[in-house]
């Protein structure tokens, strides 16, 4: 019998996915990849952490928390993606390198009060629904500048930019038009807020057309390490 090596298969699918990353990219500036590790094995993420893969991104807290401690000789980036409970905001401060899902104000608070000072500030990204869908967490475009004036009156977070994650329509148009509309807003808030330098959008189905657009960050879960059961497809 043939033996898998799961190292091996895990290269060629990082090496497809920065090659197509590149190719959509064209004279652009290359997005980062954030690689969406929620419901993945801590020794999964170790091996594409060893093929140079830094950053990756989690939907639960708890999940992530115990991922963080035993790959903590790594020095991994750790994204919060999911959407956040004020109840855990303390944990994502203290925890997390960027938190992608700010949606609201009440969060602003409890993630200033417990940023360490130790730490350097928490990157922040407005979460937009951009589809207004009722199943998706995200503020509505009208409100992400009232939230970008408070995130910038706090010095323990820094407001990086805005993520989405557009209604999964068959038509690929459609999600090029919500594409759009989020650099549209993207481009909107750099001009009144220096330091907006990322648009996190695009995942393993549609990454390529959210690149076309304008997105500087993409998170890609199922492409990266196989597919996932249907119901934990969300984020990745």
């Known amino acids: 019998?043939?033996?898998?090596?799961?190292?091996?298969?895990?290269?060629?699918?990082?090496?497809?996915?920065q090659?197509?990353?590149?190719?959509?990219?064209?004279?652009h500036e290359l997005p980062q990849l954030?690689?969406?590790?929620?419901?993945?094995?801590?020794?999964?993420?170790?091996?594409?952490?060893?093929l140079g893969q830094r950053a990756f991104g989690e939907n639960y807290v708890q999940e992530a928390l115990t991922k963080q401690n035993e790959l903590r000789d790594l020095n991994l980036e750790w994204h919060c993606i999911g959407p956040l409970q004020s109840n855990k905001c303390r944990e994502v401060a203290e925890n997390f390198a960027w938190l992608q899902s700010l949606d609201r104000a009440k969060l602003i608070g409890p993630l200033q009060l417990y940023r360490p000072p130790n730490l350097p500030a928490l990157n922040v990204l407005i979460q937009v629904n951009i589809d207004d869908e009722t199943s998706k967490s995200g503020c509505a475009p009208e409100l992400i500048e009232t939230l970008?004036?408070?995130?910038?009156?706090?010095?323990?977070?820094?407001?990086?930019?805005?993520?989405?994650?557009p209604a999964p329509h068959v038509d690929p148009e459609l999600r090029r038009a919500?594409?759009?509309?989020?650099?549209?807003?993207?481009?909107?808030?750099?001009?009144?807020?220096?330091?907006?330098?990322?648009?996190?959008m695009g995942m393993s189905e549609d990454f390529e057309l959210a690149i076309a657009q304008g997105a500087t960050m993409v998170r890609i879960g199922s492409a990266l390490f196989g597919a996932r059961a249907a119901h934990l497809m969300q984020g990745g």
Not at 6 to 15: A, H, I, R, V, Y
Not at 34 to 50: H, N
Not at 178 to 200: C, P, W, Y
């Open 1 to 17: 019998m043939t033996s898998v090596d799961p190292t091996g298969s895990q290269k060629t699918s990082l090496d497809e996915i």
């Open 19 to 27: 090659r197509r990353i590149s190719t959509a990219a064209a004279t």
């Open 34 to 50: 954030v690689a969406v590790s929620k419901k993945q094995s801590v020794d999964a993420i170790r091996r594409l952490a060893g």
């Open 148 to 165: 970008a004036a408070a995130i910038g009156k706090s010095s323990r977070l820094r407001l990086r930019g805005l993520m989405a994650i």
């Open 178 to 200: 919500a594409f759009i509309r989020m650099r549209e807003l993207f481009l909107a808030l750099q001009k009144n807020h220096a330091g907006v330098d990322t648009l996190s």
